[in-house]
């Protein structure tokens, strides 16, 4: 698969590819203009009639026990866990594919060393760590959260990257250019890189699943985002209370993160197809 725009194309021409692209662009188009047309988040209509009213005309998800239009909050909330993901998983890739390339070309000791502080990264969960962090100051800003999942979520992508390196470092196009006398930077930027780009695409694509889960996660164990600030997990934790007289406090935002996650992975699944067809 020569470019992204191909690649794309194939994933548009799956069933599964094409339902999880509909979906996450109606999702982020919600979450854009939805606040045009939608009560702001935080306001309370009236705590003695509307507190946890069942969802109705006017507020199509119902209320919660502040009486909080819960389809506006589930929307909010869409941003947060969107630019969250988005986000984070640039940050990982982004540090992923340096420590990859490093290593993978420059092998030897500096790849040894990279790889054995990864290796013993990769030995300590995620969550783990996040927990450990997270659990030590009272607040944590949601620029610190995203820079926290980030900085400790890229060390599955080094070893792919390096992988993808170190098979694309023995093909003869780039033996051809280093014959040639093209530099280490043009032949790692413009040879290595976009060439080991598929593999990382889809390790990013399916990367935005597992941030959603994980910071709704944080978010339900009161550790991510923080209230008043609508989030995914906080509302389900909100709910819980009132889960018997009101379900769909919780219900609706566990299926935004259901349905997210899994069109994450279904064009995950169709991108990677598309890129190595032998896979499919």
Do not use: C, K
């Not at 930027?189 to 080991?196: D, E, G, I, P, Q």
């Not at 406090?249 to 994450?264: E, H, M, R, Y």
């Amino acid at each position: 698969m020569s470019t992204f725009g191909e690649a794309l194309r194939a994933v548009w021409r799956t069933p599964s590819g094409r339902a999880g692209l509909v979906f996450l662009a109606f999702l982020v188009l919600l979450a854009l203009l939805g606040p045009l047309a939608l009560p702001e988040p935080f306001r309370q209509f009236d705590l003695e009639e509307l507190a946890n009213a069942a969802p109705s005309v006017d507020h199509p998800f119902g209320t919660d026990q502040l009486s909080r239009d819960v389809l506006s909050r589930v929307v909010s909330g869409a941003r947060i866990s969107l630019a969250v993901a988005a986000l984070a998983v640039g940050l990982s890739v982004t540090l992923g594919a340096g420590v990859g390339l490093t290593a993978g070309y420059w092998g030897g000791g500096v790849d040894a060393a990279l790889m054995r502080f990864v290796d013993g990264a990769l030995a300590v969960p995620q969550l783990f760590i996040l927990l450990v962090v997270l659990s030590v100051p009272d607040r944590v800003p949601l620029g610190a959260l995203i820079l926290l999942i980030g900085t400790t979520g890229w060390f599955g992508t080094s070893r792919l990257v390096r992988a993808e390196v170190l098979r694309l470092r023995e093909e003869s196009f780039v033996r051809a250019a280093e014959a040639l006398g093209a530099s280490r930077r043009r032949v790692i930027f413009r040879h290595l890189l976009v060439n080991a780009a598929g593999p990382l695409l889809v390790a990013a694509t399916l990367g935005v699943g597992d941030v959603i889960l994980l910071e709704a996660g944080l978010s339900f164990l009161g550790l991510g985002v923080q209230p008043p600030t609508p989030s995914w997990g906080g509302m389900i934790l909100d709910g819980r209370p009132v889960l018997e007289a009101a379900p769909w406090v919780s219900v609706f935002p566990g299926a935004a993160i259901v349905l997210t996650v899994l069109a994450t992975n279904l064009v995950g699944d169709a991108l990677r197809d598309a890129f190595d067809p032998r896979g499919a």
